[in-house]
């Protein structure tokens, strides 16, 4: 069955590892301080690979790796911008040990906060937000499900659906000529 999309849900298939980073680096570039972006997916799936290309998006500084172990890494712009909070919540399994990692300072900080496994957070998550559902589709392609809650989301996802489009239509004019 085809999903119904709307304003607020957008559906991409990437074909490499490079096209997701891609995708997060747009992504970055629209993303302000206090936006939250909650990845959801298996292991696998393209989370931490999303993430590299918001960092890109964002001029952060460093490499960018899950935080599994320290569940909170902060990457620092090269310039003037908003901070990276990168959370992963894989060994996450009671919700109300968020509230001791301070995720809350981070939601509601100076950065652009992106969380890793954020269906752990259960209801602790704001409730406007970017929520990014990724698929593994085989050894290279995965699904993205991108849903908007909230006008800024909106405003985000709809930016983000009309830059995808605009740089298709050069490519396919490049390709024809």
Known sequence: MTPILTDNVFEIITHSAEQTRRIGELLG???QPGDVVCLQGDLGSG?????QGIGVGLHVAGTIRSPTFVFINE???TGTGPCLYHADLYRIE?????FSLGLEDYMYGDGVLVIEWAERAGDFLPSERLWITLGYLDYAKRSLRLEASGE???RV??????ELHERKSRRVVREKT
């Open 29 to 31: 570039r629209m993303l």
């Open 47 to 51: 989370k931490t690979c999303l993430t």
């Open 75 to 77: 990457h620092s712009p």
């Open 94 to 98: 009671d919700p109300s040990i968020i």
């Open 152 to 154: 800024r989301y909106v």
């Open 157 to 162: 996802l709809t930016e983000l659906k009309a």
